[in-house]
Every structure is written in structure tokens, then in C-alpha cells.
């Protein structure tokens, strides 16, 4: 069965729903024998039925005054009736599938509502991109709302991306249909600087009555934290500490605690409510960047919540942080975020919450998911040729490009150094071997070499630098991955195989390549914009394993080491970072020479 959506919205219904409650007209359907999580109390209420008609709630209690002969009824055998989640910080490119793939992957594990930000495919195509996306969300069960990039590129006159988003784009944006805010506003030394351009596009979305979200990624929670509150953004992801969170709690700015495949924050985010006992009203769970592996083993959202409880959150706050909270601060509460009369029949059965697997998930009064399959087909989505071809150099890459010439025996040298699970990278200075006249690569020394190389058909530069922390032990590696610019970022022991991943990666349309001795290892095409692949998420995930295990062929021991790789090249997160324009110090943002002179 295709998938068709039965979605209308509340203004349509509201004299049927009024009338089925009371029973003069009957309910489509009703659950029966549930124990209802009520995240507006907090509290578990047993033994409640739920009557439903035209995919929304009509009444919650006793619920046979509205069963009639057409009515379904469903028997929730003591099951815990919640609230479908909400994503409310999400990248679906960085899934590196689809929308509809990803909304395959993730409702059966409770997710029925996102709050993507494409900024990933807005710096390969621009608004075209954009679109392409949301009408893919518009045809699916999970629903999709959208931010509209803030940051593109994320970091103007440091890097070259394949489009610019400024304030005409974002007034445009406001507009449409589906776009629910502003994503996240990276450059937040743009918003305390005063710069026009970045209040031009919070302006323009505060006039439309839409969100800003924040991105405020450095350990002050002082006077800039509130100057960035102040210009209207009203969440951010990037709290790393206890403290961060807490700060922007209590300032009134929601605290987005991201729990995806590399970047871990819960465990310690979440002890700004376990030991600090403060109100979580503000506290929302996110997931932020998710690999298939991570979606089809440990979840989405329901993992999320999971790790939540696992650090002393009690179940229904944990909850609450993933339903009525996200719902909330996006302004969308009378539609989502709970189970109570007149909103979206999104419920999932769950049978233990501290478990959270999910059993059953109901998305707009209908069963779309049982026992972790899917009760749908989805139609994949057509991308136009442009869309397919994204990959374009100035000319092949040769091992010569890589060359980073010094004199002497030994150099001393800008490392960025790289963390496991984390976000930022530390700025380093080591004394590097200079051989004939150029650095090489070095084990001993755990350093490698990094390049940036412009893709889209602009300048065709390229940025080098040094990276240690990959424990590389020869190869390379490249990616056309490469936040948030998604230029082609190669990272490698020998410049030869660094100019073969390079070429590899060009000739297929993008991806991600590992590379040893003349020789692809493991290889995953993702041609939709170098991004995404048009695969299943299964496929998807086994080629993503083969990548890893190739990985740790050249001595790579991290977790997820694609997505570490994926942030050198982001040059808004401290400390030091390589576009394709050269070596960035991020704390001070300038650019700054790869040997210490």
C-alpha cells in the first residue's frame, strides 16, 4: 500500500470533532485499555481511551458514547499511550539518506514529527534544494517542518560554498508553506557584532511571527549568551556542559540536548535538571546528525529519551522533553506534542517507558508501524539531474596538489587535533619532519594531512592543513561530507592516495572513499548533491559499515570517524578548522599560516 495522506488541518474539522466527542456522530476510531502519559501534568493517567476522528483526538477518558458501527476500535493491552516525538533540531542529509528514506527509518521508532534544517543542501544548490526536500516531507507520514538556513555559506569570506543565502532569500523563504523558522544562526559573533546582514535575516523572520534557533557554540554564559538571547533566538543545540544548559534555561532560551551517532552530549547536559532539580520546561531532547547504523540498531528519538532515563531523568519529564516541550517552542502545541482533544492522532504504544520500544505507532489516527516494519510503501522521490551531478573541479586532482612546502629538517607546524565524540577541535603546534623541501605525513607523530578542495564551479581553490587524532597509519580518505560547505575535504598519510580518493570521489558524483596503496577499500556513492544517497537506509548502512571497516584498516580506532572528519572543515566551531580558502583560527576568526613563522 502507497502511502496517502489523510492530514486536514484543525480549521476544516472542527464542527465534526466537536460533534464526535459528545457521541453525535461516531469517532473513526478508538483506542481502548491505554495508560495515558499526559505531558501537560505530568502524570500517567490508566485505564483511558482515546475516540479520534479525521486523524485527531476528539475526547480522552471514557470513550463508548462515541463508538459507532463504522468505528475501529483498537485494544492498547495496557500499553502506555505517548505522544509521537518531535525532532526539534535535525540535519536529514547528515543520515546521508533521502527524507523519505530517513521517515522509513525512524517512525517506527516513534519519530512522527522533524523540524529539519537543510542547511547541508542549501550550500550545494541553494533554494532549489530547499525546495526539493520539503516536497518530498509534503507526500510522507512523518511530518516535516522546515528552518530555513541562516548560514549560508556558514562562514563568508573563510570559505566558498555552491550558493549564498542572504536576507532577500530569507524574507522570500518566510512565505512559504512549511517553513516554521530560522535554522540555526552560526554566526552569533554577526549577531553581537551588530552585523546588518545577520539582523536583516533575524528581522525578517521575527516580522513573519516565525522562530530563530541559535547555534551559540562557545563556554560563555554570560554577557554574549544574553546579548544572542536578546536579538530573538529562542533555542540553541550547542551546550556541551551542564552549566550551558542551565544558563540558557533559566534565561528562557530552550536548551536543545543532542544525543546523535558522534556527538554525545546528554550525559552531561542532562545534569543541568538531575542536579540542579529545575523546571525542564525549557529542556528539549534532539538529535542533531544520525548514521543508518544508529537509526537501525539503537533508534531515533525513543534512544534519545532512552538515554535520558539511563542518567535519572524520570520517564514522563523525559518525555515531556521530546513531545510538548519541541511542540512548544516551535509554536505548534494546538496541533502536536500530546494527546488531548483536538490535536494530531500521533500515539505511539509503548509497553515499558524506561525501555522505550516502540510496538505500535499511530501517525494521524491510522497504524503506520508495528513491531518495528513499517506498514507503508513510499514512492522514492525523483531528483532532477542538477541535483545529481554536484561534483565539479577546476581539473583533476594530482599528488602534487598536495604539497605543503617548509625548509629545514623539522618545522614547526598548526595541527588541528581532532577529539572522539566531540564537536570542537583543539589548535596545536608541533614540530613537524620536513623532508626535501615539504612536510610529510608522519605515524610516529599521529599527523596527517588535510585538504579542501572548492567543488561546486567556483574558484577551485584548495586549503591545506595537518590533522592528528585519526591514528592513520597510511591511505586516505575523502568525503564530499564536509560541513558546511560540503567541499571536497581529503585526509591522508600519502599525497597519492589523497589525489585518488579526490578523483574517485568526482567521478562517481560524491561520497565518501577509503583509499590504500593505489586501491579503493570501501566506497559509497551519494549522488543527490554529494549528500545523500538514493538507496535504502539498510543499503545504506552496510555500505556505511564497510567504510568503518575500512577505516580501521588504515588504524583508525574512532567511532563514527566520518563525521569527526566531516567538521574540519566547519569554520564556526573552535579552535582551528581548513576551508578551501586556507587555515582557519575559529577563536579569533582569521586565517593563519600552517607553519608558525
Avoid at 579503493?520 to 543527490?528: C, E, F, H, R, S
Wanted: proline share 5%; hydrophobic share 45%.
Amino acid at each position: 500500500m502507497v502511502y496517502q495522506t489523510n492530514r486536514r488541518p484543525l480549521w476544516e474539522v472542527t464542527t465534526d470533532l466537536a460533534l464526535a466527542a459528545q457521541g453525535k456522530i461516531s469517532a473513526d476510531v478508538v483506542i481502548k485499555n491505554g495508560r495515558l502519559v499526559n505531558v501537560h501534568t505530568a502524570e500517567i493517567q490508566a485505564g483511558v481511551d482515546v475516540a479520534i476522528k479525521h486523524g485527531r483526538v476528539v475526547l480522552v477518558g471514557r470513550a463508548d458514547h462515541t463508538i459507532g458501527r463504522e468505528t475501529l476500535v483498537i485494544d492498547a493491552g495496557g500499553c502506555y499511550l505517548v505522544p509521537g516525538f518531535l525532532d526539534g533540531h535535525i540535519h536529514v542529509e547528515s543520515s546521508m539518506v533521502t527524507v523519505t528514506e530517513f521517515a522509513r527509518a525512524v517512525i517506527p521508532c516513534g519519530t512522527t514529527t522533524i523540524f529539519m534544517d537543510p542547511h547541508e543542501i542549501a550550500n550545494v544548490l541553494g533554494l532549489e534544494g530547499i525546495r526539493l526536500m520539503m516536497e518530498e516531507g509534503e507526500r510522507l507520514p512523518l511530518k516535516v517542518f522546515t528552518t530555513m538556513p541562516s548560514c549560508v555559506p556558514a562562514a563568508p569570506g573563510f570559505e566558498d560554498a555552491g550558493a549564498s543565502i542572504g536576507p532577500e532569500e530569507i524574507r522570500e523563504a518566510m512565505t512559504w508553506p512549511g517553513i516554521i523558522g530560522l535554522g540555526e544562526m552560526m554566526n552569533f559573533p554577526g549577531v553581537l557584532a551588530g552585523n546588518p546582514l545577520v539582523h536583516e535575516e533575524i528581522q525578517a523572520t521575527l516580522k513573519a511571527n516565525k522562530v530563530v534557533t541559535g547555534h551559540y557554540s562557545v563556554p560563555e554564559t554570560e554577557v554574549g549568551l544574553q546579548g544572542y538571547i536578546a536579538a530573538g533566538i529562542s533555542s540553541c543545540h550547542e551546550a556541551t556542559r551542564a552549566e550551558d544548559a542551565l544558563a540558557r534555561m533559566r534565561l528562557g532560551m530552550y536548551a536543545k540536548m543532542r544525543e546523535g551517532s558522534a556527538w554525545q552530549d546528554v550525559k552531561a547536559t542532562i545534569k543541568s535538571i538531575t542536579e540542579n532539580r529545575v523546571d525542564s520546561r525549557y529542556a528539549v531532547l534532539v538529535s542533531d546528525d544520525t548514521h543508518p547504523e544508529t537509526l537501525l540498531t539503537l533508534g531515533h528519538l525513543n534512544h534519545v529519551v532512552r538515554r535520558a532515563i539511563q542518567e535519572g531523568v524520570d520517564p514522563v519529564r523525559a518525555i515531556q522533553m521530546a513531545t510538548i516541550n519541541p511542540a512548544q517552542c516551535f509554536g505548534v502545541s494546538r496541533d502536536l506534542g500530546s494527546i488531548a482533544p483536538g490535536r494530531c492522532a500521533d500515539i505511539l504504544f509503548v509497553p515499558d517507558l524506561a525501555d522505550m520500544k516502540v510496538e505500535r505507532v499511530m501517525v494521524d489516527g491510522t497504524i503506520v508501524s508495528e513491531k518495528g516494519r513499517v506498514l507503508f510503501d513510499l514512492a522514492p522521490f525523483a531528483y532532477p539531474a542538477k541535483a545529481r551531478r554536484s561534483v565539479h573541479l577546476r581539473s583533476p586532482i594530482t599528488a602534487g596538489n598536495f604539497t605543503i612546502a617548509a625548509h629545514g629538517g623539522k618545522a614547526l607546524a598548526r595541527v588541528i587535533e581532532v577529539i572522539e565524540a566531540r564537536v570542537g577541535t583543539l589548535h596545536r603546534q608541533v614540530e613537524v619532519p620536513v623532508e626535501d623541501g615539504e612536510i610529510r605525513s608522519s605515524v610516529e607523530l599521529d599527523v596527517a594531512k588535510v585538504a579542501c578542495i572548492e567543488r561546486h564551479g567556483g574558484p577551485g581553490n584548495m586549503g591545506l592543513g595537518l590533522v592528528r587524532g585519526f591514528h592513520l597509519k597510511g591511505g586516505a580518505v575523502a568525503s564530499t561530507v564536509a560541513h558546511d560547505s560540503h567541499n571536497l575535504l581529503v585526509v591522508g598519510m600519502n599525497d597519492q592516495d589523497m589525489a585518488l580518493a579526490a578523483n574517485t570521489l568526482a567521478e562517481c558524483g560524491g561520497g565518501m572513499v577509503v583509499v590504500r596503496d593505489g586501491r579503493v577499500l570501501a566506497l559509497l556513492p551519494l549522488p543527490i548533491a554529494g549528500l545523500m544517497s538514493d538507496r535504502p537506509v539498510e543499503e545504506v548502512r552496510d555500505m556505511v559499515a564497510a567504510l568503518e571497516r575500512a577505516w580501521k584498516e588504515l588504524g583508525c580506532p574512532l567511532v563514527s570517524p566520518f563525521m569527526t572528519m566531516a567538521l574540519l572543515s566547519l569554520p564556526v566551531i573552535p579552535e582551528l578548522r581548513v576551508t578551501n580558502r586556507g587555515l582557519v583560527d575559529t577563536v579569533n576568526f582569521r586565517f593563519v599560516d600552517l607553519v608558525v613563522k
